[in-house]
């Protein structure tokens, strides 16, 4: 069974620094990776989505590694600002069974 | 990226009634899923959503409790039945984009059961 786990549960940083945001999975056989932004009492917003043949995608100020031989995922955001405030969270599609499975997300405070 | 919009957003509901929410999504959306997010927690699969047929459901929840339909590509409710304190979370919506793999979800439905 596939576990996802998001490391740290929360994360407070003055604005300018940069996040690093962190994912990992137990089962390296996966089709694709997806990092999402959630505000809170709202749906989710994808951010960036990772095919399980790339090794990283950026858009903006984000950048999302991808490391599947040892499970794991990095979610960058550079230059924070305050509205970075969010949860984000890593999920995980595997193929076979069209199941995605969710971490925990990082809850985020970028103050100013 | 794809469109999903749901509705109703939030609701406020007597124990042991029911509530079906909607969701309509775009064309470019192949699957259909229904997930759930208790207070404070991460989100959890509840069922996918098949045209024409019977969802299919994740370990845990039943058609019974959970009856969910979706009679053409880009249209599904979900029905929270029999509800009690214990179903108050968001439902959230969701498609995936066919080739990428990609998910979007819609707002989500807040409901508060009480």
């Known amino acids: 069974k596939q576990e996802v786990t998001q490391i740290p549960a929360a994360l407070s940083v003055p604005e300018g620094e940069n996040l690093v945001l962190n994912c990992s999975f137990t089962?390296?056989?996966?089709?694709?990776l997806q990092w999402f932004r959630q505000d809170p009492g709202k749906g989710l917003t994808s951010l960036l989505l990772i095919q399980s043949s790339q090794r990283e995608q950026t858009s903006g100020r984000l950048n999302a590694s991808l490391d599947k031989s040892s499970g794991r995922s990095t979610l960058y955001i550079a230059a924070s600002q305050p509205g970075d405030s969010a949860t984000y969270l890593c999920?995980?599609?595997?193929?076979?069974?069209?199941?995605?499975?969710f971490g925990g997300g990082t809850r985020v405070l970028v103050k100013p | 990226s794809a469109v999903i919009s749901q509705k109703p957003s939030r609701d406020i509901c007597q124990r042991g009634t029911s509530l079906t929410i909607q969701c309509q999504v775009d064309s470019q959306v192949t699957m259909m899923f229904w997930y759930r997010q208790q207070p404070g927690q991460s989100l959890t699969l509840i069922a996918t959503a098949n045209q024409g047929s019977e969802a299919t459901y994740e370990s845990g929840f039943v058609i019974d409790k959970f009856p969910i339909s979706r009679p053409n590509l880009t249209f599904s409710t979900l029905t929270v039945s029999n509800m009690s304190p214990e179903d108050s979370s968001i439902y959230l919506c969701s498609g995936n984009r066919g080739g990428t793999g990609e998910l979007f979800f819609g707002e989500g439905s807040r409901l508060t059961v009480l």
């Open positions: 999920a995980v599609f595997k193929a076979a069974g069209n199941k995605l499975t």
């Open positions: 089962d390296s056989a996966i089709y694709n």
